[in-house]
């Protein structure tokens, strides 16, 4: 029994050994079998990640090498232009052949459209293991938007210009489609618009010019003073006879030439100022380097300022203007009147509005002179009635005294009517300029002077036109001038936002819209006060302002509240830099006044002309639009 017990047990165990093995073996072969899975799944997904991964990067080097494409063919476009104007030229010619674009076009289409061009470098040496990349251009176009004089006559073309001609701006509108492509079938597609800006400039050796001119104009502006200019876009020539001071709190775009009589230009670096004879300057990390798209100018001789406004005031009484001696009593007397064709008193006044006309044998009023003349303080509304009639409306205490100047009254000879309280007064004929040889009409213009201050000049409200159509007027105040609201022109003259006229920039011309209608505004001693009453801080002035003479200290200066958005159509004239109390300013530079055109008697620099001094051209690109039409 025991022997049988003892077999049996033997038997099990070796039974139980046998089953062990075989789940090891088991265990074992499945293990083998997931690691052979997860093998396979990781080779799976790297060639996965290696295709995709690849396919993507074909797509990128696609992607750069159109884009590079583009500034290939807009930077040949740029060469090409500037290598048409000649090393030297003059104001008597244009300087950039007309059809050049055509034939710019055209090279393009040749030279980079024909087929793909491989990215230079890439691939090779050093950029060996750098992934290919090549670009075609498959359509460019190129055409001249405008051409417009800088000085000249008055209606002076780039195809006809007359006169002493200090430049041309040109804008060409262009448009690119470029196609990159890497290894691989991949490709990649982008278009590219915008405009393409040359500006050939011409500095006279010396000319005679308004200073309406400038875009900005600053007579004392010392270098490394501690002040620097507000960034920001500048239209418009710009000249200081002092320097300019450029610090880092934003960017600085000059569109048009910037010069000053100091040889160098003052960099502020938080301290620091560096006098340096050039347009950018670094220190440590910080760079400034303004924009100067027509170029910087320094060391230039200083421009004359107007020693005073002797001229102004003489224009109301004779149209003519004569800054030789002051006007007197006796010459107001023995030119203007009052409503009452009263004249002036030979003692004086402390207020009132006068008028140069004359009184026939039957009482019947001439207009004899050249505006409206004001003594004493006086706030000023500008208006327009109908298509032809400017409306001045001056309040003096508790006297208002409306001045109706209608051109083409009276079959077209014209008409001023005056009305305070129950008197009116109608005198033929309006405010003229005349010839100073022949003493004849030369045509409408208007000068009003203000023997005092104008504590505030405006529109009539908000976005409501102030300078009717075809009216050239200039108003001068022989202390301040505050401006308490909006004054516009009934028609704009040129665009304040880019695209106004599509594929131009803000402040380009526009069509048609050149009316004669201009503003200008002057001291001589005191400045333009801003005290902006329009409740949503906003402020618009068409008009160029002057506070400008030998002896003057003035500038544009806020003496009011915070204004929000500050836009200028005309261009200001100082003796100094003062605060304007800001957010935003906007001036755009009156492009007409670059052609020898100007408010009437505004003041000016006269320097005998003499011959051309240098010629240069700059270029500058702005980018419209930029599309990846590439489906991933």
């Given at each position: 029994?025991?022997?049988n017990?003892?077999k049996?047990?033997?038997?099990?165990r070796?039974s139980?050994?046998?089953d062990q093995?075989g789940?090891?073996?088991?265990?074992?072969l499945?293990?083998?079998?997931l690691?052979?899975?997860?093998s396979?799944a990781?080779?799976i997904?790297v060639?996965?990640?290696?295709?995709?991964?690849?396919y993507?990067?074909?797509?990128?080097?696609?992607f750069?090498?159109?884009?590079?494409?583009l500034?290939?063919?807009?930077?040949t476009?740029?060469?090409?232009i500037v290598?048409?104007?000649?090393?030297?030229?003059?104001?008597?010619?244009?300087?950039?052949?007309a059809?050049t674009?055509?034939?710019?076009?055209?090279?393009?289409?040749?030279?980079y459209?024909a087929?793909y061009h491989?990215i230079t470098?890439?691939?090779q040496?050093q950029?060996?293991?750098s992934?290919p990349a090549s670009?075609?251009?498959?359509s460019?176009?190129?055409t001249?938007a405008?051409?417009t004089?800088?000085?000249g006559?008055?209606?002076?073309t780039?195809?006809?210009?007359?006169g002493v001609v200090?430049g041309?701006?040109y804008?060409?509108n262009?448009?690119?489609?470029?196609?990159?492509?890497?290894?691989?079938?991949?490709?990649a597609t982008?278009n590219?618009?915008g405009?393409l800006?040359?500006?050939?400039?011409?500095?006279?050796?010396?000319?005679?010019t308004?200073f309406a001119?400038?875009?900005?104009?600053?007579?004392?502006?010392?270098?490394c003073?501690?002040?620097?200019?507000?960034p920001g876009?500048?239209?418009?020539?710009?000249?200081s006879n002092?320097?300019?001071n450029?610090?880092?709190?934003?960017?600085?775009i000059f569109?048009?030439s910037?010069?000053?009589?100091?040889?160098k230009?003052?960099?502020?670096?938080?301290?620091?100022c560096?006098?340096v004879?050039?347009t950018t300057?670094k220190?440590g990390?910080?760079t400034?380097?303004?924009t100067?798209q027509?170029?910087?100018?320094?060391g230039?001789p200083?421009?004359p300022?107007?020693?005073n406004?002797y001229?102004?005031?003489r224009?109301v009484l004779?149209?003519?203007g004569?800054?030789?001696?002051?006007v007197?009593?006796?010459d107001?007397n023995?030119?203007?009147?009052?409503?009452?064709?009263?004249?002036?008193?030979?003692?004086?006044?402390a207020?009132?509005?006068?008028?140069?006309?004359t009184v026939?044998?039957?009482g019947?009023?001439?207009?004899s002179?050249?505006g409206?003349y004001?003594e004493?303080?006086?706030?000023?509304?500008l208006?327009t009635s109908?298509t032809?009639?400017?409306?001045?409306?001056?309040?003096q205490?508790?006297?208002?005294?409306t001045?109706?100047?209608?051109?083409a009254a009276?079959g077209?000879s014209?008409?001023?009517q005056?009305?305070?309280?129950?008197?009116?007064l109608?005198?033929q004929?309006?405010?003229q300029?005349?010839?100073?040889?022949?003493?004849q009409p030369?045509?409408?213009?208007?000068?009003?002077?203000v023997?005092?201050s104008i504590t505030?000049?405006?529109g009539?409200g908000q976005g409501?036109p102030?300078?009717?159509?075809?009216t050239?007027?200039t108003?001068?105040a022989?202390n301040?001038v505050?401006?308490?609201?909006?004054i516009l022109?009934?028609?704009?003259?040129?665009?304040?936002t880019?695209?106004?006229i599509?594929g131009?920039p803000?402040?380009?011309?526009?069509?048609?819209?050149?009316k004669?209608?201009?503003?200008?505004?002057?001291t001589?001693?005191?400045d333009?006060?801003l005290?902006?009453?329009?409740s949503?801080?906003?402020l618009?002035?068409?008009?160029?302002?002057a506070?400008?003479?030998?002896s003057?200290t003035?500038?544009?200066v806020?003496?009011?509240?915070?204004?929000?958005t500050l836009?200028i159509?005309?261009g200001?004239i100082?003796n100094?830099i003062?605060?304007?109390g800001?957010?935003?300013r906007n001036?755009?530079?009156?492009?007409?006044?670059?052609q020898?055109?100007?408010?009437?008697?505004f003041p000016?620099t006269?320097?005998?002309v003499g011959?051309l001094?240098s010629?240069?051209a700059?270029t500058?690109?702005?980018?419209v639009q930029w599309?990846?039409?590439t489906?991933?």
């Amino acid at each position: 029994m025991r022997q049988n017990m003892a077999k049996l047990s033997k038997s099990l165990r070796k039974s139980a050994g046998g089953d062990q093995r075989g789940v090891a073996l088991i265990t074992t072969l499945l293990l083998l079998l997931l690691l052979t899975g997860l093998s396979l799944a990781m080779v799976i997904s790297v060639r996965s990640d290696m295709l995709i991964n690849g396919y993507y990067r074909n797509f990128r080097g696609s992607f750069y090498a159109a884009d590079s494409g583009l500034n290939i063919a807009r930077q040949t476009m740029v060469n090409q232009i500037v290598a048409a104007i000649p090393a030297t030229f003059t104001g008597t010619t244009q300087p950039i052949p007309a059809g050049t674009e055509s034939t710019v076009q055209t090279y393009i289409t040749n030279t980079y459209g024909a087929s793909y061009h491989p990215i230079t470098g890439a691939g090779q040496a050093q950029a060996a293991n750098s992934w290919p990349a090549s670009y075609k251009i498959s359509s460019a176009s190129l055409t001249l938007a405008s051409c417009t004089v800088v000085g000249g006559n008055v209606g002076a073309t780039c195809t006809a210009p007359t006169g002493v001609v200090t430049g041309y701006r040109y804008i060409y509108n262009y448009a690119l489609t470029a196609t990159g492509q890497a290894q691989g079938t991949q490709t990649a597609t982008i278009n590219d618009s915008g405009s393409l800006l040359v500006n050939a400039t011409l500095v006279s050796a010396s000319s005679t010019t308004s200073f309406a001119a400038w875009g900005m104009f600053i007579d004392k502006y010392t270098i490394c003073d501690g002040s620097t200019l507000v960034p920001g876009t500048i239209s418009g020539p710009v000249f200081s006879n002092g320097a300019w001071n450029f610090g880092t709190s934003g960017q600085y775009i000059f569109t048009d030439s910037v010069g000053s009589v100091n040889a160098k230009a003052g960099y502020q670096f938080n301290g620091a100022c560096d006098q340096v004879a050039g347009t950018t300057d670094k220190k440590g990390n910080t760079t400034i380097s303004p924009t100067f798209q027509a170029g910087f100018n320094l060391g230039q001789p200083s421009v004359p300022l107007p020693p005073n406004d002797y001229n102004q005031k003489r224009a109301v009484l004779d149209g003519i203007g004569s800054s030789s001696s002051p006007v007197s009593k006796s010459d107001l007397n023995n030119y203007v009147r009052d409503i009452n064709k009263a004249k002036y008193p030979n003692s004086g006044a402390a207020s009132g509005v006068f008028l140069p006309y004359t009184v026939d044998g039957s009482g019947n009023a001439t207009f004899s002179g050249g505006g409206i003349y004001v003594e004493g303080n006086a706030n000023v509304t500008l208006s327009t009635s109908g298509t032809t009639m400017q409306v001045y409306t001056i309040t003096q205490g508790s006297t208002t005294t409306t001045i109706r100047i209608d051109p083409a009254a009276n079959g077209g000879s014209g008409q001023t009517q005056v009305v305070s309280g129950s008197t009116t007064l109608n005198i033929q004929g309006v405010p003229q300029m005349r010839d100073p040889a022949t003493g004849q009409p030369t045509g409408y213009d208007s000068m009003m002077y203000v023997n005092g201050s104008i504590t505030a000049l405006s529109g009539p409200g908000q976005g409501v036109p102030a300078i009717q159509d075809h009216t050239p007027v200039t108003i001068t105040a022989a202390n301040n001038v505050a401006i308490t609201g909006d004054i516009l022109y009934k028609t704009e003259p040129v665009t304040q936002t880019q695209n106004q006229i599509p594929g131009t920039p803000a402040d380009t011309l526009i069509p048609g819209n050149d009316k004669g209608q201009v503003l200008g505004i002057f001291t001589a001693t005191g400045d333009i006060q801003l005290n902006n009453l329009q409740s949503n801080k906003n402020l618009e002035i068409d008009a160029s302002l002057a506070t400008i003479s030998q002896s003057g200290t003035g500038g544009v200066v806020n003496t009011g509240a915070a204004i929000n958005t500050l836009n200028i159509v005309g261009g200001r004239i100082q003796n100094s830099i003062k605060s304007i109390g800001a957010t935003t300013r906007n001036v755009f530079f009156d492009r007409r006044f670059g052609q020898n055109f100007a408010p009437p008697w505004f003041p000016s620099t006269t320097v005998s002309v003499g011959g051309l001094l240098s010629a240069s051209a700059t270029t500058t690109v702005q980018r419209v639009q930029w599309v990846n039409r590439t489906s991933y």
